[in-house]
């Protein structure tokens, strides 16, 4: 027997008696924790659900994105009416199932914007609904966050009934606190949104914008590449560079369905006669001859340039753009520059020319890049 000294004793050498209860609690955790996983043979092959015949999936997510002005809440007022009330869609196709629309927005007023563009349009308004906000416990309202409160949107869809699409405008506003420039924040709300939609059977358009510098059509749309690459669909809008009240709705992006053609359209002022009230809003007027060029191209002629500036000229929108907001790791930023497609030398040029200087600060000790402090 080992004799231990009372003034040395620490209990160190007693044995621990809840070790093997320990022990077999985590057994227990593991055993629970597991991968999700299925079978190819067990998953059964479906055809694609269209909202909109090769535009517009159910169960998926899209993005429509452009500058300010050119009437892509317009667009989405009419789109939300045609499936309301089954009108064919605008190049022609059939409409599918009659159904009702939620829609987001937190830049136009309901009364005086968007209720008029609704009616203008001709939607079944009863088949709509505004989202306003979230209210808590205690009745204390804020705006409704996809992080916290998607939950609710999903009970808000079964409650609803026969809901077809969800519109946000622009999703920007209902990220959260998250960094809408990070692909990893971006995705930790985009990934559960697009789970919801495929769960509940709707489709999902968010409205972003387009920044103002020159690049392909998707790699100008505000904010981290993750929104484009997370959409299964994606739409430009952007002016016709030989008339300017024509604008042109060009996707630039699919991942089923057959290449489209793009739209052109007019926004129209209109009067409409509510309560024997005149009220002048706007709605959508469509072209019948379809447009052949590519997003890209459309945006390239009218910058006037004909073809993509350099690859660093790309690369310092790129970066200015991403490190706006303050120091990101350096490792995030070569990730989101493969993401969009800027090249390690393009990438590197455009460091050396903004003077940006990788140093460690933050990030647990990480390199960061920063743009440099103007005196």
């Given at each position: 027997?080992k ?5 040395k004793?620490?209990?160190a050498d007693?044995p ?8 077999d ?20 092959p ?5 909202l ?11 993005t429509?994105?452009g500058?300010?002005?050119?009437g892509k809440?317009?667009?989405?007022c ?14 022609g196709?059939a409409?599918?199932?009659v159904?009702s ?7 136009d ?5 968007l209720?008029?563009?609704l009616?203008a349009?001709?939607?079944d ?5 505004f989202v306003?906000?979230?209210?808590d416990e205690n009745?204390?309202?804020r ?10 949107l999903?009970?808000e869809?079964?409650?609803f ?10 999703v ?21 949104l697009a ?11 968010c409205?972003?914008?387009l ?7 998707n790699s100008?749309i ?6 484009v690459?997370?959409?299964?669909s ?33 926004v ?7 309560g ?31 073809k ?15 490190l706006?907001?303050?120091?990101v790791?350096?490792k995030?930023?070569k ?9 390690p ?27 440099p402090?103007?005196?």
């Amino acid at each position: 027997m080992k004799i231990i000294p009372l003034e040395k004793f620490d209990g160190a050498d007693l044995p621990d008696v809840n070790a093997s209860e320990h022990q077999d609690r985590a057994h227990a955790t593991a055993r629970r924790a597991r991968l999700d996983v299925i079978c190819a043979a067990d998953v059964e092959p479906e055809l694609i659900e269209w909202l909109w015949q090769n535009w517009i999936a159910i169960g998926k997510v899209a993005t429509l994105a452009g500058l300010g002005g050119l009437g892509k809440s317009t667009l989405l007022c009419d789109w939300a009416a045609r499936i309301t009330t089954g009108d064919a869609w605008p190049d022609g196709t059939a409409a599918g199932a009659v159904g009702s629309v939620i829609i987001f927005s937190s830049e136009d007023g309901l009364a005086d914007i968007l209720v008029p563009r609704l009616l203008a349009a001709g939607a079944d308004m009863q088949r709509i609904r505004f989202v306003r906000g979230h209210f808590d416990e205690n009745l204390k309202k804020r705006g409704f966050n996809l992080q916290a409160d998607l939950a609710m949107l999903e009970d808000e869809i079964r409650e609803f009934g026969g809901v077809r699409l969800v519109n946000f405008d622009p999703v920007t506003s209902y990220l959260g606190k998250v960094d809408s420039h990070k692909n990893a924040d971006v995705r930790s709300v985009l990934d559960p949104l697009a789970e919801m939609a495929d769960r509940m059977r709707v489709a999902v358009i968010c409205n972003n914008h387009l920044s103002k510098g020159t690049g392909s059509a998707n790699s100008r749309i505000i904010g981290s590449v993750a929104f484009v690459n997370h959409s299964r669909s994606a739409f430009i809008v952007t002016l016709d560079e030989n008339d300017k009240t024509r604008r042109l709705l060009i996707p630039s992006k699919s991942n089923f369905g057959p290449e489209q053609f793009g739209l052109g359209y007019r926004v129209e002022g209109c009067l409409i006669h509510p309560g024997g009230k005149e009220i002048a809003t706007s709605r959508i007027m469509y072209e019948s001859t379809p447009v052949t060029i590519s997003a890209d191209q459309a945006l390239a002629a009218l910058d006037g340039h004909g073809k993509y500036r350099s690859g660093k000229a790309e690369a310092i929108d790129f970066l200015t753009d991403l490190l706006g907001g303050g120091p990101v790791s350096a490792k995030e930023v070569k990730k989101e520059a493969t993401d969009a497609g800027i090249s390690p030398k393009s990438l590197r040029s455009a460091r050396e020319a903004l003077g940006i200087k990788p140093g460690k600060s933050g990030f647990e000790g990480g390199w960061v890049w920063a743009l440099p402090k103007v005196p």
